[in-house]
């Protein structure tokens, strides 16, 4: 019998007791062992929930006990949580914990203590929830090189964006429908700002390329300036507009962003809706793989956990490497990046046309609502697209483009 503790019996935490207990006689099968919940960490107390009788408030009943052989971590935060991790490990307990930000800001230290000490630190949960994307990347994907990851890593922001593009909503209408929901916190920062896809293609990036991707390095900008107008052109387009994490590597360089951006119906994320989650990879002899799947949510979660546990239990005295360098990788300047531009301007376009033509070449002009048009521009360097469009007065808005 393996036994664990699990740190936190919040959603996630609750979740991973109910998955080990729900399929308890087939993770026994696929380990040739039976987990056991020895302890559950946490501040609060849970009467008349037969988790009680486990319920530890100090983590230090964990860390003392030999017989705990994998820690769950699953408080969030970047403290206690790191400091409790670490200390586990460096105890020779592994680690498997669905902590984002924990994984993003020291999952190289991290992973380099479980080396060190024969244990695994695991975090299948911390990208995706319950899409397996980070196993495939270690294992299935190994001999390839990983010329581009692009997902869709926030279910929050995709719900609202289906919203506003389906039913015409603006975004205070979708942000209060999706609180309501249980979809947003009540300060949705963290989702609408990029922040939470920023950190999770910060931990795919770092993990594709082998070394440290710092998210703060990262160019990240969230929905909060997508009006309703703007999904009125994109209909006339035929595109859709997604909150994309994207990394891509371009010769030597490497390009990491989060932005809105205006993708086709060729387009791999073009029918992930609502909730739904999905992460796009290319690989030089691959090709193109996608995984789809619920991003969020406590058992979807919770099962991405119970399977690093799993795979913790079947290489017990074996540390699993993951190539994941502390070593920093330094990303490009996004203004060399190239993309299509989406843009709309205040005027007419018989105002107006002449000068974006004399900027941008021969565009097509839009008119979809008074006294504003759109149009869109062939594919060019961020830097240039900034020198021209300062040029032009009236400018409301500009998304980047894929189609």
Partial sequence: ???????????????????????????????????????????????????????????????????????????????????????ALMAGKNVATSNKALVARHGAELIAIARENSVNFMFEASVGGGIPIIRPLLQSLTADEIV?????????????????????LDYDAVLKTAQDKGYAERNPEADVEGYDACRKI????????GHQVDFEDIYTEGITKITETDFEYARKLGTVIKLLATCRRQGEQVFAMVSPVMIGADHPLFNVKGVFNAIFVKGNMLGDAMFYGRGAGKLPTASAVVADVVEEVKHIHTNIRINWSAQKLCLADVKEASHRFFVRVSGSPEEM??????????????????????????????????????QLDGVRTRIRGNF
């Fill in 1 to 87: 019998m393996t036994k664990i503790a699990v740190l936190g019996y919040g959603t996630v935490g609750s979740g991973v007791v109910e998955v080990l207990e729900t399929n308890r006689e087939s993770i026994a099968r696929k380990t040739g062992d039976v987990i056991d919940v020895k302890y559950v960490l946490d501040l609060r107390d849970f009467p008349g929930d037969p988790i009680q009788e486990k319920i530890v408030h100090d983590y230090d009943v964990i860390l003392k006990d030999d017989e705990v052989r994998i820690v769950v971590e699953v408080m969030g935060g970047v403290e206690p949580a790191n400091t409790y991790v670490r200390q």
């Fill in 353 to 390: 046309g002449a000068r974006v033509r004399e900027l941008f070449g021969e565009v097509t002009l839009l008119k979809v609502v008074d006294g504003e048009f759109g149009f869109v521009t062939e594919a060019m360097e961020e830097s240039c697209f900034d020198a021209k469009i300062k």
């Fill in 148 to 168: 581009e990851i692009t997902g869709i890593l926030n279910g929050t922001t995709n719900y609202m964006l289906t919203k506003m593009s389906e039913d015409g």
């Fill in 202 to 209: 910060a931990i795919l990036a770092s993990l594709a390329y």
